[in-house]
């Protein structure tokens, strides 16, 4: 079974400043956190994709009106609620995806201190499962 | 060489059923697995490029395990480690054909092992013995092909530390090892039966490839009813394929179906297939479920179903595997033989063992519809719409929802 694991800007605990204030050592370490987690996930034949999103700074909402393009909201300066990113496992079940969420959630912050980073665990609608 | 160059088709097939015999005698022979797939696989890349032209051999098994088999002991060669085996392995015999079925079924039962998940296994069935490559199994499975060769190659560690001799395993072992093989072999045919868009074509090989396996595992043991009841169980069911969705690819429920596009000769087959095997004693759930699947599809009707069989059938079933599932099923029979009223009370007793399960909601919602309670049914189609992880029967019940829509 599949889920998304989705990771948000503003989801952590703590008063934690954006990315772009961090120490450059800081914010290597948790992109190696995040690649070697990724690998991981590749070694147990677990993963599907992983993608980081382009900042708040492009991000924009829209809604169409039937005739052309409406720009509702945005550039958003700094938005909590933002999607960062996203990781898509294949598992053999939904307690092996929490596993995996609860591992990501401790990816190092400012000077190492784990993040703790709330993880939206999302199954995919997929084909249809077998009963058993 | 037979003066004859294989056709594309005929070359594939060829192929299919060579590898898993050309495997087992190689791991006969080295009594190892994991290297011993690459080698084959290599063979069998060989012999895609030179069949076509140089013409098919006499016996494309005995060659592939030459092939294979000369790999390997260059790669052995190459490991000085190894060189005590390789002085034991000169001095045997080459391989000879053996008895074709039990080798590729002594196959499976490595790929089957219980250490393995069921998606390992799954994978490495399908690869080992399916003679399926990587890429082919990735794309049914909606998974980069890194993904899946990590899972392959992790399922032949597992396999490889398990250090099985090859053979069919002990009979002592084997009853429950056989469950295990089974189940692998269902779940790789209920992966192509439940068909998702975009990757349906894949999956339709799946279900075709584990009643492949099914019958050649029938083969070897003719004695095991349960095989049998599989195997029945599968061309019963694949049987409906064709009537399954419609031309837009929706599903269609049972009692909708155009009964006159389900393949008659596979409900034929099927049906000889459960007759022999309940014949032979033990009856087990695979039996069982069969004898529910031909039992509708014997209703040229829906109205002809024959429901207090099935009612009895599902009775049985639940005193030999019970479970929520098979209770659930249960309920629908009970309402289809006994009334709605029937079918809702035993979903009540069900209760709390299955609460937020969507098929619960999803049963009681016909179930309410057929006892006349219209909005009691829309608000239940509507959450098990919202509870299932499957996108098909999302579509189907919030259809059923939208059309109770003005009762609620």
């Known amino acids: 079974m599949k889920f998304l694991l989705l990771q948000h800007y503003g989801r952590v605990e703590g008063d934690v400043p954006p990315m772009s204030q961090w120490a450059p050592a800081d914010v290597d370490a948790h992109i190696k956190f995040q690649l070697d987690l990724n690998a991981e996930l590749m070694e147990r034949g677990e993963f599907v994709e992983a993608q980081a999103l382009t900042g708040p700074e492009l991000a924009k909402n829209v809604i169409g009106n039937g005739a052309d393009m409406v720009i509702t909201d945005g550039p958003f300066a700094e938005s909590k609620e933002l999607l960062a990113g996203w990781r898509m496992v294949d598992v053999e079940s939904e307690e092996r995806a929490i596993e995996i969420a609860a591992q990501a959630s401790v990816g190092p912050g400012p000077n190492g201190v784990p993040l703790r980073q709330q993880i939206e665990v999302r199954q995919l609608l997929g084909p249809i499962e077998p009963t058993e | ?408």
């Open chain 2, 1 to 408: 060489v037979s003066a004859r160059p294989a056709r594309r088709g005929e070359l594939e097939d060829l192929l299919r059923e060579s590898a898993p015999r050309a495997l087992a005698a190689v791991v006969r022979r080295f009594g190892d697995f994991g290297d011993f797939e690459d080698a084959v696989q290599e063979a069998l890349i060989d012999a895609a490029r030179q069949w076509p032209d140089r013409g098919t051999p006499e016996s494309p098994t005995g060659w592939l395990i030459a092939v294979a088999s000369r790999r390997l002991t260059d790669r052995i060669r190459a490991d000085s480690a190894r060189r005590d085996r390789e002085v034991r392995i000169a001095a045997e015999p080459p391989p000879g054909p053996g008895a074709e079925a039990d080798d590729t079924l002594a196959l499976i039962f490595i790929c089957c092992r219980p250490e393995l998940t069921p998606a390992s296994a799954i994978a490495l069935t399908l690869r080992a013995v399916g003679g399926l490559s990587t890429a082919q199994i990735a794309a049914a499975f909606l998974v980069p092909e890194t993904t899946m060769g990590r899972r392959i190659a992790r399922a032949k560690q597992t396999v490889a530390a398990a250090d099985e001799s090859f053979g069919l395993p002990a009979p002592a072992a084997r009853k429950e090892r056989l469950g295990a093989v089974l189940r692998v072999l269902y779940l790789i045919f209920n992966e192509g039966y439940a068909a998702s868009e975009g990757a349906q074509l894949a999956r339709t090989e799946l279900s075709a490839e584990a009643i492949r396996l099914t019958r050649i595992a029938r083969l070897a043991l003719p004695a095991e009813p349960e095989v049998g009841g599989l195997l029945a169980l599968m061309l019963l069911t694949d049987a409906r394929r064709p009537a399954r969705t419609d031309p837009a690819g929706e599903l269609v429920p049972l009692d909708e179906q155009d009964r006159s596009l389900w393949d008659a000769a596979a409900i034929d087959e099927g049906t000889r297939t459960l007759a022999e095997a309940v014949a032979g004693g033990a009856v087990g759930p695979y039996q069982l479920q069969a004898a529910i699947a031909a039992a509708h599809d014997r209703a040229s009707r829906p109205e002809d179903t024959d429901w207090a069989e099935i009612l009895a059938l599902y009775g049985l079933l639940e005193a030999v595997t019970p479970g929520p599932m098979v209770a659930l099923n249960r309920a629908v029979a009970a309402a289809m033989a006994n009334g709605p009223e029937a079918g809702l009370a035993l979903l009540d007793e069900l209760g709390p063992r299955l609460e937020g399960h969507h098929r619960v909601h999803a049963v009681r919602a016909h179930l309410l519809e057929l006892a006349g309670d219209e909005p009691g049914a829309h608000t239940e189609y509507e959450r098990a719409a919202e509870l299932t992880a499957s996108l098909p029967e999302q579509r189907y019940l919030t259809r059923q929802a939208a059309r109770l829509a003005s009762a609620a």
